[in-house]
């Protein structure tokens, strides 16, 4: 199938630790933050999301905190497992009017070993 | 299966000639929008509608792309007179409207190999 994750920097884990995956966002402005999983051949899955008037939201097993003094975002996944191996990107939302697009940031492929 | 619907998911075709993608939202979805992805690259915006206007092109969309969504549902994207530029994955994804923090969701695309 098609290598989303080529030429992306990869972070290698151990099955069963938590991964911390980072992003840096460009537009001080955007308001609303969405991390996405892609596994090879397919679309880019939704995973969790969070408005800039929060600076972390829990779901399952994942968690995302957001630093909007150094426009940063982060996704921690707890105990983290071989399906979890794919490539995440972060989006940023500016939400001028009706227009509501994505802009997403450079891939991290996680890989993670037996 | 209620999430996003494209097809064809593989497209292989010669330089020069035409193609149409077709996407399916999610039903009750009223956004919807295309982006284009090459390897090792985040997805990129083409265009979006919200139910049959389309509201914003971007200027990766060049005048041999056109989309349309004509009754708010299903959308099309055609490419004519292809180049071997437009290799890449197609990726369709829909949205409720309203405000901020609604997620878009999105299809497995459908992936274009010009020869």
């Known amino acids: 199938g098609e290598n989303v994750g080529l030429h992306l920097p990869t972070l290698s884990v151990q099955e069963g630790d938590n991964s911390i995956i980072n992003c840096a966002y460009s537009?001080?402005?955007?308001?609303?933050f969405i991390w996405y999983k892609q596994e090879s051949g397919k679309g880019p899955q939704f995973i969790i999301d969070?408005?800039?008037?929060?600076d972390k939201r829990q779901g399952q097993r994942v968690t995302v905190l957001l630093n909007k003094t150094v426009k940063h975002l982060s996704l921690q996944i707890a105990a983290t497992q071989p399906g979890d191996s794919a490539v995440y990107f972060c989006?940023?939302?500016?939400?001028?009017?009706?227009?509501?697009?994505?802009?997403f940031g450079k891939g991290i492929t996680l890989s993670v070993r037996p | 299966d209620t999430g996003v619907s494209q097809n064809p998911r593989h497209k292989i075709t010669k330089r020069g000639q035409n193609v149409t993608f077709r996407c399916d939202p999610i039903?009750?979805?009223?956004?919807l929008y295309w982006y284009r992805q090459t390897l090792g690259q985040g997805p990129e915006f083409l265009t979006y509608?919200?139910?049959?206007?389309?509201?914003?092109k971007s200027r990766l969309l060049s005048d041999r792309f056109s989309a349309e969504r004509p009754k708010g549902s299903f959308s099309t994207l055609e490419i004519q007179r292809t180049e071997q530029g437009d290799s890449a994955m197609y990726l369709c994804?829909?949205?409720?409207?309203?405000?901020?923090?609604?997620?878009?969701?999105f299809g497995d695309g459908t992936r274009l190999s010009i020869l």
């Open positions: 969070i408005r800039s008037n929060m």
């Open positions: 537009n001080s402005a955007s308001d609303y």
């Open positions: 989006a940023e939302v500016l939400n001028t009017g009706a227009n509501s697009k994505l802009t």
């Open positions: 039903s009750e979805h009223n956004r």
């Open positions: 509608f919200q139910n049959e206007a389309q509201l914003e």
């Open positions: 994804a829909s949205s409720l409207a309203g405000g901020v923090g609604q997620p878009q969701h």
